[in-house]
């Protein structure tokens, strides 16, 4: 915020303040935003925890693991924006906090997929040696002319791998930016060429791309099976919130790192853009959490399977009298 002199309001080059300091600031709509945030924030917890007791009755092992991992991605992230929202200097822990918990779910969305057919076996049993389209996003959706490629079970192997990395290495790159934060070498907002914070930004940017590739190669090719089990509406729910979580936070983010969110003392440009974030992200996975309660917990009718090759509908766990997912 510039003064009428042209001069930068000192207020406005301070960092992130204290929770105590910011809560002084708070005015009467202040108080109720943070206290309807906050309710939101401990509704989505509350719901997560009610689905994961239901999951862990209704469903056999391990898919009653892999839908609870993935329920808890939109409760995970309003928590931890909660708790940024609260004490700002947190913002650092809480965001690396949110992305590395993410960056196992990308995973489980993968195994989960493989799942819902039987397992591994089942999956390799069906697809075996019949040809799979890898032109498909966020790496090769500009390039048709890619072949398909035969699945085996070594193909299966690299899909899984190719999620995998990217589960381990971000929690790697979180403790390592942690660890460099503490010693005043990694700043969020500096993002110069002579910086680590571009570098390993753009390496985690890489290796998320890299992430959800084999995902969207499971999905495009297998979706078909698995309508009757309204995959389409969870795989949008988690698309969603990879866009939400992911992709608004960057530009968020980008565009206060240049100025053009106003300070608001005690906050700064930066601070509170990543406050607005953090209050928009809560209000999203509030809605996010109450539609997976609802896709997650509906019990299908068995869908029946023919012996047939041709038929394109089938998959082998749906002749249950009852799916819960």
């Given amino acids: 915020m510039e003064a009428l002199n042209g001069t930068i309001d000192p207020a406005c080059l301070k960092g992130r303040p204290l929770a105590i300091d910011m809560l ?67 913002f650092m822990i809480t965001d690396l906090t949110s992305n590395s918990y993410f960056a196992v779910v990308i995973y489980k969305i993968l195994l989960l997929l493989i799942e819902e057919l039987g397992g ?25 002319c890619l072949p398909d490629v035969p699945m085996s079970r070594r193909m299966l192997f690299l899909l899984k791998l190719g ?40 390496f985690v940017g890489v290796l998320t791309i890299i992430s959800l590739w084999p995902v969207a190669i499971v999905f495009m090719n297998m979706n078909r099976y698995l309508r009757p089990l309204k995959i389409i509406p969870k795989y949008a729910m988690y698309q969603l919130t990879l866009v ?19 300070c608001a003392p005690p906050l700064s440009s930066q601070a509170r853009g990543t406050m607005l974030n953090q209050q928009i992200l809560i209000m999203e996975m509030f809605i996010i959490t109450l539609v997976n309660r609802f ?26 009298m009852e799916h819960d997912v």
């Avoid at 609870?68 to 995970?76: K, R, T, Y």
């Fill in 120 to 144: 591994s076996n089942a999956f390799l049993e069906k697809f075996s040696g019949k040809p799979f389209w890898i032109s498909t996003g966020p790496c090769c959706c500009c390039c048709p």
């Fill in 295 to 320: 896709l997650y917990r509906r019990t299908y009718e068995a869908v029946e399977t023919h012996d047939s090759e041709e038929d394109t509908t089938a998959q082998p766990e749906a002749t249950l």
């Fill in 163 to 202: 999620s995998l990395q990217y589960a381990v290495l971000k929690t790697v790159f979180t403790v390592l930016s942690i660890v460099l934060w503490t010693n005043g070498n990694y700043d969020p907002a500096n993002l110069g060429i002579y910086g680590i914070t571009l570098w390993i930004s753009l």
């Fill in 24 to 90: 002084n600031q708070l005015d009467t709509f202040g108080y109720c935003l943070y206290f309807m945030l906050t309710l939101m924030s401990c509704i989505s917890l509350l719901v997560y925890l009610e689905q994961c007791a239901y999951i862990y009755k209704k469903l056999p092992y391990p898919k009653k693991t892999l839908v609870i991992w993935v329920n808890g991605a939109a409760p995970v992230i309003s928590t931890m924006s909660c708790l940024a929202m609260w004490i700002p200097r947190a």
């Fill in 244 to 262: 939400l979580s992911q992709l608004q936070t960057s530009i968020v983010n980008i565009v206060a790192l240049y100025g053009n969110i106003a």
